[in-house]
């Protein structure tokens, strides 16, 4: 039951408990004080003084006369003291009911904004205040410590925010030096080769080796090669260097996963490409670029782990406040102790060839506020689930 | 007698170019590309000098070395070949036994000049032993 209702019956009970005895007993006194005036006795006594005086004394008669007139009015006189009482009951009922309304009101309509405040609150608004309207001492405690707590909350979340902006800063400078070191040690390998060789060459011809022709044709062979895996090293570096800055527009994510399997099936006829898109999937506010080139790597991602051809599939789907985009393809598949390890930068070259376009494909999702997730079985194939958030809000882009 | 020389590195161009230069100056090689391979010809080849690049192929070469030295009471001279090893990467091999770094990218010089300076090493230890 709500207090309010539970307040005015409290104060309607006691104020019958009160009123009633009193109701009763005023009621109760009055009438015996009005028997006291008509009275049987003193009628006779003014009926004999009226028969000895012969009717001549005027006092007598007036007497009789205002008897008679108290007689008559009696019970009038008894309808209206039982009326009064009654209405000074209902009075007292009515002053009950208001004061129980009024003084509940004053307990509850606060009680009701810090109800409404902690809703708010659990919705993650700390941006709300409680109005502090109330005169009760406790009401006003309570009201000001609420806010007080929301106050701090805001600035745990406020701070929690800034430390959170720190350590994506931080990480990305973490990610970055290990990238910039793993650059360096990667450029010095075809280094070794190149300088060997080199100086394989000088060397037999200084020594004027007979098979210095074929020495120098294997030696500048390696040369090369080597140069070719410089040239793929630096290029690699330098796409996964230039993530434009992204532009984010309403966009349908089935269109441009459309778009990127066109391109694939011209690209790569051995495969076979299935899609299976949600139709109800509104318009979402994503970077087109960005996206086709993440689908693009994931798709070639898949045609890469697969021997002679095979299936890759794209399924687009809402789930919850998310759209999730599986790539599944029947594929190689990847290695359980690999699996954390294909998102890093510089994993492997056997991915793709430098080992990038996955963790391109994640910094990509992670601008978009996405995840990407991988499940994969050898020799059984891979499965790639993006997750994207299907509505975001302006401030956040 | 001419030292038996084992090569362990993931990348083919090192191998054949490190190869080929330790062949020029009067050594037999063993390449390998795995540490799988490494350990068939330790067992069959009497093996003097490892080469051993430490980050194979998402294959730890400081853990297998550390198994090898457990497993023989004497095993052969180690030089370790990378593209940049940590100072705690450096000691803990030095602890195994490795006597020396070649760092990417060496040259022939250095290749040589360090492969001498182990094996008198190597020999000169395994003459203490043999004296004692």
Redesign the interface.
């Known amino acids: 039951m709500k207090l309010r209702i539970k307040l005015t019956i409290i104060f309607l009970i006691v104020a019958l408990v009160s009123a009633l005895p009193i109701f009763l007993i005023s009621n109760i006194l009055l009438r015996e004080n009005i028997k006291l005036f008509i009275n049987p006795d003193i009628e006779r006594l003014i009926d004999q003084s009226l028969i000895k005086t012969k009717g001549q004394e005027e006092s007598v008669k007036k007497l009789s006369l205002e008897y008679k007139k108290l007689k008559f009015f009696q019970e009038t006189i008894e309808k209206s003291i039982y009326i009064g009482s009654l209405l000074v009951l209902f009075l007292m009922v009515i002053v009950a009911i208001v004061a129980g309304r009024l003084i509940s009101k004053a307990i509850t309509t606060p009680i009701l904004y810090l109800l409404e405040g902690t809703k708010k609150l659990s919705l993650g608004d700390v941006d709300c205040q409680i109005r502090e309207r109330s005169k009760i001492y406790e009401i006003v405690k309570l009201t000001k410590a609420f806010n007080n707590m929301i106050a701090r909350i805001k600035k745990g979340k406020e701070d929690l925010v800034e430390a959170q902006k720190k350590l994506i800063e931080s990480e990305k400078e973490t990610t970055w030096q290990a990238v910039a070191q793993k650059v360096a040690h990667e450029i010095k390998n075809p280094l070794t080769p190149i300088k060997l060789s080199i100086e394989r060459i000088i060397r037999k011809q200084e020594e004027k080796d007979p098979e210095f022709e074929q020495i120098l044709k294997e030696g500048s062979q390696i040369i090369l090669e080597e140069v070719e895996e410089l040239y793929r090293l630096t290029h690699g570096f330098s796409e996964f260097a230039k993530l434009p800055k992204l532009e984010f527009k309403l966009n349908n994510i089935n269109k441009i996963i459309e778009e990127v399997i066109e391109i694939q099936e011209k690209l790569y006829p051995e495969v076979e490409f299935h899609r299976e898109f949600s139709k109800n999937l509104s318009l979402m506010v994503l970077d087109k670029n960005s996206l086709k080139r993440a689908f693009t790597n994931l798709a070639k991602n898949s045609v890469e782990s697969m021997y002679e051809g095979g299936i890759v599939f794209f399924k687009t789907e809402q789930d919850q406040n998310m759209i999730k985009i599986e790539v599944v393809d029947n594929g190689c598949g990847i290695k359980e102790e690999d699996l954390s390890l294909i998102f890093e930068p510089y994993y492997s070259k056997k991915w793709g060839g430098m080992g990038l376009g996955l963790s391109i494909v994640k910094s990509i999702i992670e601008e978009h506020q996405g995840k990407i997730k991988v499940e994969s079985k050898e020799n059984k194939g891979t499965k790639f689930i993006v997750y994207l958030p299907s509505q975001r809000e302006e401030s956040e882009l | 007698m001419s030292y038996s020389i084992l090569i362990i590195d993931d990348?083919k161009?090192?191998r054949?170019?490190?190869g080929?230069?330790l062949k020029?100056y009067g050594y037999k090689i063993f390449l390998a590309e795995r540490l799988v391979e490494a350990e068939k010809i330790l067992l069959t080849e009497e093996i003097s000098l490892i080469m051993l690049d430490l980050?194979l192929?998402?294959e730890d070469g400081l853990k297998w070395l550390k198994k090898m030295s457990s497993m023989k009471k004497y095993y052969p001279t180690t030089i370790i070949i990378s593209?940049?090893v940590n100072p705690e990467t450096l000691e803990k091999a030095m602890e195994i036994g490795v006597v020396g770094v070649l760092k990417?990218?060496?040259?022939?010089e250095e290749?040589i000049n360090i492969i001498r300076e182990a094996l008198e090493k190597r020999s000169s230890k395994i003459n203490i032993l043999s004296s004692s």
């Open positions: 990348e161009n090192v054949v170019t490190l080929n230069l020029d980050f192929n998402q593209g940049n990417k990218p060496f040259s022939s290749v």
